[in-house]
């Protein structure tokens, strides 16, 4: 077998004295789909900024076609195919939809040693990307501070879909996307993984990891909960996993005595408890 | 034997002063034997002396002459100098002056060219028993503050004799040009000026030192706007030189004066271009206070009478600029 | 810097993908301008300098050019790489004291060692120094800025100390003095002094055919910018219609005729001018029939006829908008005529009767001019009838105001000057709200009419400006036996330019000018994409010192010496400039070109105030007046530009 596209071994990560992340072993092969599921300030930022070289681990070490690398900044992951969706989408609002797409990467035209931005194919191309994406952008001169916050992501997600040459990182890309672009973006990554590369994809939604991962990572308070291939795991035990049962129960029962003066809260915790049991139930007797 | 030379020494300059006070530059070579007398006198008395100097200086032309006497002065007595520039901040220089009376200074040099903000400051300091000698400005300060006396020249009487030079230039109307805004001592040079002056006066800021192109321009477009001033007093070294080559650009023949002393100023009255400068001698303003707070220290005199120790005005003209150039080049005018 | 940008498009469906969406409102060229950053420092040096060519005789002629371009030079040079900076995110408080520093160390470097001496170096080293010393300050900068992640405006603040001490220390050290003087006593001197230090005397440049030349590239500029127009604004036909053609050879041929006539009487174009009237009349007449025959005769050939005139009317606002306009023109005609044109009494602070006269009139010939215009761009959208008899009658009140002026003004610059001009504006109006009437106004983007009609109005803006270049640079011999005066332009002028053209290419044509942008705007973002963050910052920093050095350079060669001083505090004033030029304080927006404006602005403010005559006690409060102005109109440009996407 060849070596993975991108592995990470034993990846820890602290800032200052916070501890992010401990021991994290997973890989992403070309042509598969590696989920990152987990709460909240579980730590899958963190870990993919590191793939990302946007921050460096404290421990561990990474490999892209196993060769071990090392990143001092996004740039060198991105000159070895590594493209990122950051969660804060890394965009600037005040430039242009055009001037993000292709920041860091701007296509040039030169004659002798000048070298000048080629407007006109980044403009174009930029409008056709997006168009792609089912969002047709009306003027790439508009600055992406205006742009609606789905669009936002639209231009990010579009803009690594075009640079990642292997893979292709996307940290939480459906949180601020209509049910249609979300489905675009699941595509996308399919199509990705259809073009061989290696796409790791974060969410807190399971729903939307099931249909399109090959791997499933689970993270909790940093640590890993478990690396689990398609075929060793559920989708209700994935569920169940990240909702954390016992955590859920505790919510509920926590909801019950604080709504006991208030009808709406009491039905939310009625539907809490109906929800968990159904859960609890399908974990135990998988169809 | 020691004690009779110090009074000696205190005659000489008090005749300097005199010397100052009524006429031209010729009292330089003077002030340069003072300095060589106090070689051989014995220093012992002041060796654990220290004065501070705390003025409104900037790291300009004249200043660094003030300093340099100052510091001359120092090393003929044997004294310890702390001198602190405000950079025109008042707010510094009173701080600068409480620091020194904080430190236990032995006698205190100020200049009040904003005598409102620090003139309370200083006063506190004679109040304080601190021997206190007013400098460069504050003329009309310093009795009341309880200074000893008053070390400069007054910018009115100054400006009145560049006003008697222009007329005898025969301008008749002269821009009065000021590097400065808001300094009271520019503005009472110009109205000196308009005072003696038989024609017409034009006081403008015409921008500041830092920014010499900027000067040069504003002065030709104040030519170019006003066809009849035929005469330019800069209130500083650098505007009398800027005014040179503005009256070029406006093709005007103009007389020009200056205030103060430079490189500059110098080679230009040597060559013809420019026709005096107004010289307040203010290698004197660093010396003076540091000899006279000394022999106030150590032998309880107080010069002056009352009366403010006038230290200019010199004129440097065609006539005397070569000796002057000398001293100039050595740093002491 | 940057507004012609068309490359051929490569087919029907691209012009659609970058052109056609139904969403998108079409933006007229005028909207479309507004959107740039610079913007209104172009409007604000626009109007800054109408209002000192009003008020005083020299500033609008060469010879007040040659005084402010000169302050404009080196303060634009500075204020252009501030620009870039704070587009950058970035500020530098040691770059005033950069410029006095490098011109000092140059000295230092040449002249002779001696007790109180230099190194006695030849220019040819010591320049290279110099720079290479510019650049190390400017590494320094940056270096400390990105390693530390320190406010810049600290460590630089600790650098301008560190300046302004090593430079009085220096200059003591060495020459004992806080003056170093002597430049021209190093090897290579006259060589260098033709780069940093030649300059171009224009009474020794004689061209009689100047006013010619210059009239008639003005005609040709004013015709190619008024066609870019008509070609931005209306609607394309199928096939062009050549009769049309033939008409508008006629109307060109009178409005030339007009123009030929006029040659000696036409100040505005021409620079002589007479108060006579008579003859006058008839050329004017050629010409304005000349003009609006021309427009017919293009919009026959070239564009489609309105289909949908509209019938007149007003809505509420319009009419009370129009209405006041009226009584405030009114009442300002009534006061101008009323008050004594030459009383300078005292009426209140600082006012004269005369002041108080111009303030109302021209506030009411203001008020009175634009409200119109304003409803008549609102209404026109939909009544081209409406736009059509609005404008025309705000360019009769316009030829009314040029009457009045001519028979009121005393000074013959309003008689003369004024009065042509505002008779060409109300000429230039009438045909504004002619053409929408006749001829379809364009909807939707036209790729190849949108190319051709920059491309024009590029042409009359690039004539207009060489036009008035050869007036700056050349006289008459008339002039030349008449004037006393000699007007030098230094080459940091050439300098200025230079480097103002080069910075905004860079800045809106390159990865780094890219960069630029994306660290000032949002550094995390341009880093995780990619962008060398910090070395884009360093290479900001270092481009400040090089301007630094480029002043010092240019200052040490025109004065020969430079004191120790010389510099300090000046950063403010290149930050101002910057500002008023359009650049986001916080950085991520702004232009080169907008810093380059801001300084022609700080720079005419500052001497077009000795040039009115005013006392310059007020200086200062002109300039925050000014800052003030400045940043309330790019606040509000940018707003409307953004709302306008
Ligand atoms: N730059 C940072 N400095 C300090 N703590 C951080 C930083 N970034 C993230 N953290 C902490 O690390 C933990 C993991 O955060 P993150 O990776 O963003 O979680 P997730 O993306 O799973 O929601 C959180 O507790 C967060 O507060
Ligand atoms: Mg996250």
Redesign the pocket.
Known sequence: MTAPLLEMKNISKR??N?I?LTDITTYVNSGEVTCIL??????????IKILAGAHQQSEGRLFVEGEEVMFDSPRDALERGIATVY?DLAVVPLMSVWRNFFLGSEPTKSFGPIRWIDTEAASRIAKEEMAKMGIDIRDTEQAVGTLSGGERQSVAIARAAYFGAKVLIL??PTSALGVRQSGVVLRYIIEAKHRGLGVIF?THNPNHAWPVGDRFLI?NR?RSMGDFKKDEITRDELIMMMAGGAELEELTKELESASAGDEKLADMAEEFAEELEELEERAEHPD | MKRARWIALGIALMMILAACTSDDGTDTTAADDGTATTEDVDLSQGADLTFHMVTHADDGVFWSVVKRGAEDAAAAMGVTLVWSPSFNDPEKQVQDIEAAIAAGTDGLAVSLASPEAVGPAAQAAADAGIPLYTINSGVLQYKGLGATTHVGQTEVVAGNGAGEFFNSLGATKVLCARQEQGNIGLEERCQGLEETFNGEVVSEFIGEDVDPTGQEATISSLLLADESIDGILGTGPNVAVRAVEACVTAGRTCSIGGFDISTDIINLIESGDIAFTVDQQQYLQGYLPIVLLFLEVTNLNTAGGGLPILTGPGFVTTANVGEVKALVDAGTR | MSATESPPLENAALEEAAYGDERLAYRGPLLRLLTRPEIGALLGAAVIWVYFWLVSDVFGQAAGAANYLDVAATLGIMAVAVSLLMIGGEFDLSAGAMTGATGMLVILLVIPPGEFGGAGLSLWVAIPLTLAFALGVGWFNGTVVEKTGLLSFIVTLSTFFILIGAKLGFAKLFTAKVIVEGLDEGSGYDFWVKIFGAKWTRNDHIFDGRDTLFGFLMVIGFAAVFFGMLELSHTRRERFNATGLIVAAAGIAGALYGVWGLRHGFGFVVGASTDTVGSNWLYAAALALGVIVAAVGIGVWRFERVSDRGSFSLSGTSLRNIAIALGVILFGSFVAITLDSSSEDIVGFMLTVQGLRAIVFGFGAIVGVTLPVLVARKEGKRSPITKFVVMTGTSLVIVGLAFLIQSEATSRKFRAEVFAVLLLIALIFFVAGLMPLLFQGREAAHPAADRLGKMLAALGIGLFLGAVTIRLLYMTSEEAAATQAVFNYRISILWFIVFAVAASLVLMRTKFGNWTFAVGGNKKAAREVGVPAARTKTILFMTVSVAAFLVGMLLAFRLNSVQANVGNGQEFLYIIAAVVGGNLLSGGYGSAAGGALGALIMAMSFQGIPFAGWNSDWRFLFVGVILLLAVLVNNFVRKKAEEAE
Do not use: M
């Open positions: 800032y200052g916070i992010a987990g709460d909240n300030g579980a730590g899958k930022s963190s870990l969660q940290d939480e974060i993270l940093g």
